[in-house]
């Protein structure tokens, strides 16, 4: 099963050339590209978490997505920008070049073939403002392109509900959230017995400084934490995976429909 998550008749590479070629209303046709990462998540969860769940989400939310919206995923890229946590055995990286490069060349060939509408599907932290920058680039250079460089988690979901405000906060690599989704997507490769709780150790105090928010400082993984955890593992349960992974599905099929009627701004003319 190739496809993976992705449904079969929505994903991308089992079309043919001609398929492709006569393609109607191409420029309203959405493309997704799921990104994710092969990078350590502590002691209990895979290497694969971030791809896993880009890719999953992608894959529910095609399945539940209208039948007249035209839209297709493209294979998950594994790969992304990971160097902060290469201090931990297992994890892969590319360079901020590399990735770049191979975005632009990606997005280049999907208007090449005649798409005009491209979301990036994003599961990985460390890698919005590469995607953010390779969308701006690439519609500048090509002005009827419309490019979307789109987080997983930065859509309405019911993680606030389900999580305590600490963990909001601080849990952002391998605690509840990303546990709970992975006891649900992919339960058989959690070590629950092995999941630990740890947060980010000296932050500075009393600073309009931070770790993530509007002023941060640049960080490694291993400059926060001993585990590769940043959160609360030991409290992920099933229960809260499966709706948070409901909330997220359901958002996400907006958001394809959003894309689908999407209109570019014009430019002012002179």
């Not at 992304?80 to 070049?97: D, R, V, Y």
């Not at 491209?118 to 599961?123: H, P, S, T, W």
């Not at 400084?209 to 002023?215: P, Q, Y």
Request: aromatic share 10%; charged share 20%.
């Amino acid at each position: 099963m190739l496809h993976n998550f992705i449904p079969p008749e929505r994903f991308f590479p089992y079309l043919t050339w001609k398929q492709i070629e006569s393609m109607a209303d191409k420029s309203n046709l959405v493309i997704l590209q799921p990104i994710g990462a092969i990078e350590q998540h502590g002691p209990h969860l895979p290497l694969i978490v971030d791809a896993a769940i880009a890719t999953a989400i992608t894959g529910y939310a095609l399945a539940q997505l209208n039948d007249n919206i035209p839209a297709y995923a493209l294979p998950t890229i594994y790969y992304g920008k990971s160097n902060e946590h290469w201090h931990f055995p297992g994890t892969i990286t590319l360079s901020s070049q590399t990735l770049i490069a191979v975005l632009m060349e990606l997005g280049e060939s999907i208007y090449r073939a005649g798409f005009r509408k491209l979301a990036f599907i994003n599961g990985h932290g460390g890698q919005p403002q590469i995607l953010e920058m390779v969308a701006r680039d690439l519609h500048q250079k090509y002005e009827d392109f419309s490019v979307f460089p789109l987080f997983i988690w930065r859509v309405p979901n019911i993680a606030g509900e389900l999580l305590t405000p600490k963990e909001l906060e601080l849990g952002i690599h391998a605690g509840d959230a990303e546990t709970s989704l992975m006891l649900s997507l992919l339960p058989e490769q959690v070590k629950m017995e092995q999941a630990v709780c740890e947060y980010p150790h000296n932050l500075p105090e009393n600073s309009l400084l931070s770790m993530e928010a509007n002023l941060p400082f640049a960080w490694v993984t291993k400059d926060l934490t001993k585990s590769g955890v940043l959160g609360d593992a030991t409290v992920a349960t099933k229960e809260k995976g499966d709706r948070i992974l409901a909330s997220l599905v359901n958002s996400w099929v907006q958001v394809i429909e959003d894309l689908y009627n999407f209109q570019q701004p014009q430019r002012f003319r002179d």
